[in-house]
């Protein structure tokens, strides 16, 4: 069991981030928000995936006044992304979001007092993020110019460390700031490219204070590299019980996030969304064509929904006798492959043997019966 960090419940739109909530998906749209049809087409694809709250870039009026039109249109929590212009905050809050997410370093704090006080007034909360993209280096852990190779190795290690130092000694300049204008409704974030220094900057945050914490390594890339990065930086830090929301940051499209950040839950045993398949990898005793059995199982069962909601249900395709009885007796569904044939084990029974070529299509029957 992973025991959560204590942290402040802070509302978002008709749903809960940090305290007994359950950990929040998000992502991102990745069109112009002026772009009106195309956001609430995308924002309909991430909803049927399961995506809980999108973001969107404002970067001027056009913007807002499109946000004013996607709020009417949809159900699900919007998130103002604003960079530079206080103005812009205020705007966008004005038009309905739900949240809206800052850099405070890059922003005038008159501007930012003023934000602060309309998200009181409206209830919504704000994001408050610092990353090492745009925040400077604490000027102390910077290796000297002169430093030779030896040196400069080792205070490159110490950088490392200074990049999570800086980050949550930035956070915490903005949370005291935000704090004095009677502002707590606040969410956390420490963003890095790297596993390592974001690691390190939301332990280290954590001894601080008890706001919510948005996870993520920013600027991850793309593919198999990006998805291995995000998947251990986030998972290191949800199996320590920090981090409330989380958003996969992927070169690639919004859905692909929200399933990534749902394999990431699912694989720790924090939230379960789709039915799991356990395959094996096969070896020179597999007689069978598992890996067929598998693509066409995965093809019709990967994201449909639990027969039980929030449950766990678990599908073992076995490639022979040595593990593939045991795997498919704890799943609740499974077969253990033998010469040219299969054995199908229900809830730890097996119940009947399938000969190789009818075995994908009645494994298949079998789970939509208990479906
Ligand atoms: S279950 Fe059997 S076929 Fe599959 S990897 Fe293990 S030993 Fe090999």
């Not at 790297?194 to 600027?219: Q, W």
Request: proline fraction near 6%; include cysteine.
């Amino acid at each position: 069991m992973i025991k959560r960090r204590k942290t402040r419940k802070v509302r978002l739109g008709n749903l809960f981030i940090g305290g007994n909530a359950p950990i929040l998906i998000q992502s991102m749209i990745k069109v112009p928000t002026s772009a009106t049809k195309r956001v609430l087409s995308q924002i309909k694809r991430l909803e049927k995936c399961g995506c809980e709250a999108v973001r969107l870039a404002i970067t001027g009026d056009e913007d807002v006044s499109s946000l004013k039109k996607i709020k009417k249109a949809v159900k699900i929590p919007l998130v103002a992304d604003i960079q530079f212009h206080t103005s812009l905050a205020v705007k966008a809050i004005a038009a309905g979001a739900d949240k809206v997410r800052l850099n405070p370093g890059n922003m005038k704090k008159k501007g930012l007092k003023e934000i602060a006080h309309l998200a009181k007034e409206r209830g919504i909360p704000l994001r408050i993020g610092a990353n090492s993209g745009s925040i400077d280096l604490h000027p102390h852990l910077s290796p000297p110019p002169t430093a030779s190779f030896r040196e400069a190795k080792r205070w490159g290690r110490i950088e490392e460390r200074g990049i999570a130092f800086s980050l949550v000694s930035a956070v915490n300049d903005w949370l005291k700031f935000f704090e004095d204008t009677g502002f707590f409704d606040i969410i956390i974030s420490l963003k890095t490219p790297e596993v390592e220094s974001t690691v390190s900057a939301y332990r280290m945050m954590a001894k601080d204070c008890n706001y919510p914490f948005h996870l993520g390594i920013t600027e991850a890339g793309s593919g198999r590299e990006a998805i291995v990065k995000s998947s251990l930086g986030i998972g290191i830090l949800l199996r320590e019980g920090l981090g409330d929301t989380i958003r996969v940051s992927l070169t690639e499209s919004p859905e692909e996030e929200v399933k990534v950040a749902q394999e990431i839950l699912q694989s720790l045993g924090i939230r379960f969304f789709h039915p799991e398949i356990i395959s094996c990898p096969t070896c020179g005793r597999c007689t069978i064509n598992l890996p067929e059995i598998v693509k066409e199982v995965k093809k019709k069962l990967i994201y449909s929904p639990l027969p039980t909601p929030h449950s766990p249900f678990k599908i073992a395709i076995m490639g022979c006798a040595v593990n593939g009885p045991g795997e498919a007796k704890e799943a609740d569904i499974g077969i253990a492959g033998g010469k040219g044939a299969g054995l199908l084990f229900k809830k730890g029974k097996p119940i009947r043997k399938i000969k190789e070529g009818k075995l994908a299509e009645e494994l298949l029957r079998e789970i939509t019966k208990t479906m």
